[in-house]
C-alpha cells in the first residue's frame, strides 16, 4: 500500500498493476489488454478465482500515481470535476421536465446497463410524484436486452436512427453515450449527431480508455472513427457543450471482457452522478465533491461487503462449474431488479465464452410494467427471448435436472411467500438450489425458506439513515453486489469449464467488428504470427471448405462477421491450425477429441518443436 492516498479507501485498493507501465502491451487499449493479475486464472481454483476476480475489481478503486503513466483514475480530480459539471447539465434538464429527456444509451451490456439505470431512476421520480424523464437505448431495441446480438452495435446510422425516434419534439437533452472501450459505432454515431445538433443535445461519453486509446479504424458506411468522435467531443468540452467521462479502471480480468469492470464502472459513475444530482437539485445549491466522494464509498463498501462471503461464492463457482462441465445449466432467478441483472449475466456468456444459450441464463420475477420500450418485442417471442417468471415456470421448471444448478436473487424486503412458493416448486425437480439475499441489519431470513435452500449468501448491509434519494444508495449497492458475484461466478464456472486460455476468452463468438479484431490479437498473442497470418487463419476457418479469394481476403469486416457469427469454436479452431500447422477439418477433430478447449489448446501449445511460450512477450513488430 502507497502512503501517498488521498481518501481513507473502503477497501485495501492494490498498488498500481504492471499494466500502467508504458510499454505494457502498448498497442492494445487499456480494456483490451490482459490483466497481469489474472494471468493464470484458467489454473485457478474456485477460491483462488474469487480471489483474482476480487482484486481485479478492487482496481476499479485505486487512484492515480503520479510516478507512473498517469491516466486518470475514477478518484482523480479531473473525473471529479467533469462528474459536477455534468451533474450542472443534469440539473438543468430536472428542473424542466417538459420536453426534456436524459438518454441512457450503449450496445450489448452497455446497453441493457442503460435499461437498468433508466428503470432506477424513473423509479426515483415516479416516488416523488413526477413523470419519467429518463430513456435508454440499445443496439438491437429491446430484445437485446435479454438475448446477445452483437451486430447491430456496429451500425453508425442506426443509433442516429434510435436516437431520432426517442428525441422527437425534446427541446433538450443530456445524451448519455456509453462504449467501455470507446469503441461502439452506434454510440459512435449518435454522439456524432448531438454535436451537430448542440442547441438540443448535451453528449457525455462514458468508457474507461483515454481518447488517444479509443478505436481508430473508420467506422464501415460513416464518415468517421470512434477515436475522431472522441477527439471531437474532447475539444467541445473546453466550452462545455459535450463531456468525456473516462477514468482507467484497469484491464478486465478476462481480457476484453468489458461486462464485468466495465459494467460495474459504468454503474458506479453513472449511479453517483445522477444521484447527486437529484439529492441536489430541488436545494438549489451546487453539488460539492464530497457529496460525489460520499457515494463513491458506498460503492466501496460493497465490494468489502460482497467479498466478505468469498468462501461462499467460491462454493457457487464450483456448483455452477460442475453444471457446465456435466453439460447441464445454470439458471439465475432475481427479483425485481436483481432479476435484470440476471439476464445481463447470462446474455453475455453468450459472446464472452462462445457458450449456449442456455448454459447461464436470467430470469426476471416481478412487476415489469413501465421497464420496456417495446414488451411487445419481448414477450412470447419463443424460447431465444424467454426472461420472465411465466417463461421459467413453462418452459425451464419441466426439464430441470439434479445437474442444473439454480440460485435465487432476491432481498428481505421482496415477498418471501413467492420466493418460498418457486423454492418448493424447483425442489420438485432439483435439489441443486442456492439463494443470494440481501438483508439490511435486523432482517432474518424465515426458518422455512432456509431449510428450503440450505445453501444461501446471506448478505446484512447496515442501515443508512437517509433521505428519499439516498435510500436509493442501498438498492444500488444490493445491486452492484449482486452484479460481482453473478460475473464470479458465471466466469468462473466457464474457466471450470476449460473456456478460457491463460486470462483470454479464447472462445468468443465472432459477432462484431470489435470481436473480429479481438479474435486476430489473441491469435497473434498465442502464436506470435503476423497479423496477416493471423487473419488469414481466421478467415479460412470462418469460410471453410471455400477457398479464399483475394476478393474475399479484401471484403469488408461486416461480410466476414455476417458468415462467422453463427459459427462454433471459431478463434480455437484457427489457433490450432497455426499452432499444429494443420488443416481446419483435423483442428476440428482434435478439438472434438479433447477433455476441454483449454486442453487442446495447451497440449498445441507445449508441443514439442514450438519456440515461443505463449507468456514469452512478442516483438513489437510481430503485432502487425
Ligand atoms: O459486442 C460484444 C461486446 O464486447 C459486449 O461484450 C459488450 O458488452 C459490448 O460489446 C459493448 O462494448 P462497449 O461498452 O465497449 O461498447
Redesign the pocket.
Known sequence: MRGTKKYSHVIDTPDPGKWELAGYESTLPI?EKSNPITRELDRADPGQIVQLLRDCDAEIFQEEDQALVNYQRLYSEMVLKTMMDIIGKVQEVLKEPENTLIVLS?????GRMAFLMAVSFNKLLKGLGQPPQYTYLIAGGDRCLVASQ?GH?DSALLGIEDLNKVCEGKKKVIFFG???????PY?AGQLDFCMNNLDIYTPVLV?FNPVSMARSEKIEGFHSSFRQVAERMEKLQETHQAFVLNPAVGPEGVA????MK??SATKILLETLLLAAHKTVSKDGEVSEKCLLEILRTYERAHKVTYSQSKKIAALVKQAGTSLQKKAYVYLVGWHTLGIIAIMDGA?CV??FGADLNDVRGFLIGDRSEMFNREADLVAQGPKFAFSEEDFVKSILPSLTEQDTVLFLFTMDDNLAEVEKLAIQVKERTSNIHALSHATVGQYLPASLKKLIPSIISITWPILFLEYEGNFIQRFQRELSTKWILNTVSTGAHVLKGKILRNYMVDLRV??A??FERAVAILQRFTGDTRAKCREALLQVVYHPEQLSQELRAAPVSKHVARATDQVQVVPTALLCLLRHCAVPEARARLDAAPSLRAALDAALSAPGRKRGPDQPQPEEQRT
Request: one cysteine or more; hydrophobic letters at 20%; glycine letters at 26%.
Open positions: 480494456t450503449g450496445g450489448g451490456a452497455s452483437e452495435e456509453i462504449s467501455c472501450g470507446l469503441s461502439a454510440v468508457g476484453g471482457s468489458s461486462r466495465g459494467g453475455e459472446p464472452t459477432s462484431n470489435k470481436l
